[in-house]
T-cell receptor, first 116, second 106 residues
Framework: DTGVSQDPRHKITKRGQNVTFRCDPISEHNRLYWYRQTLGQGPEFLTYFQNEAQLEKSRLLSDRFSAERPKGSFSTLEIQRTEQGDSAMYLC??????????????FGEGSWLTVV | EDQVTQSPEALRLQEGESSSLNCSYTVSGLRGLFWYRQDPGKGPEFLFTLYSAGEEKEKERLKATLTKKESFLHITAPKPEDSATYLCAVNNDMRFGAGTRLTVKP
């Protein structure tokens, strides 16, 4: 068990550029979550996958954001035409289990995005 | 819609001064209440899961309790290394509170 892995850990980009973050969940974890966190706030839910199916998207996820989990293993989160308001830490988390579950969700170390 | 409110926003303690952090929640059917610790610039680190009212869990100087409306994270004789933001979250969509930023002074 190597934990949830995120890459890159830090990204500085110019406004208008596209960025992509990758998340490798804990092996055999069916569920994968993406969150966004800004300073002084708790993580805000963006979306989650059950295996390769994207089951829920938050209203925070504008049409510039897209997430994929093509083979039910790793996931990518792409932000197109970045804006300064997108500057935040993007957290990935994974969870074992199907359906509604109280199983523990484990987080990665996050990917920091700074849009200049 | 599930709601989670944490208080206080910030708490400053002297080393050895015990206290409690509060997490109030409103959910339709609690499946789990989770406590996490988060250090600056890092992802949340899992501490406890509580599933039903009356349940308690302990880990070193931390003890988490749960009622039907709230959870408490009790910190006994804290040390400076306990300084962090403590987050709680509920249910399957892991709706988080804003956290309590704890500072323990030596």
């Amino acid at each position: 068990d190597t934990g949830v892995s995120q890459d890159p850990r830090h990204k500085i980009t110019k406004r208008g550029q596209n960025v992509t973050f990758r998340c490798d969940p804990i092996s055999e974890h069916n569920r994968l979550y993406w969150y966004r966190q800004t300073l002084g706030q708790g993580p805000e839910f963006l979306t989650y996958f059950q295996n390769e199916a994207q089951l829920e998207k938050s209203r925070l996820l504008s049409d510039r954001f897209s997430a994929e989990r093509p083979k039910g293993s790793f996931s990518t989160l792409e932000i197109q035409r970045t804006e300064q308001g997108d500057s935040a830490m993007y957290l990935c988390a994974s969870q074992r289990g199907q359906g509604a579950s109280g199983n523990t969700i484990y987080f990665g170390e996050g990917s920091w995005l700074t849009v200049v | 819609e599930d709601q989670v409110t944490q208080s206080p926003e910030a708490l400053r303690l002297q080393e050895g001064e015990s206290s409690s952090l509060n997490c109030s929640y409103t959910v339709s059917g609690l499946r789990g209440l989770f406590w996490y610790r988060q250090d600056p610039g890092k992802g949340p680190e899992f501490l406890f899961t509580l599933y039903s009212a009356g349940e308690e869990k302990e880990k070193e100087r931390l003890k988490a309790t749960l009622t039907k409306k709230e959870s408490f994270l009790h910190i006994t004789a804290p040390k400076p290394e306990d300084s962090a933001t403590y987050l709680c979250a509920v249910n399957n969509d892991m709706r988080f509170g804003a956290g309590t930023r704890l500072t323990v002074k030596p």
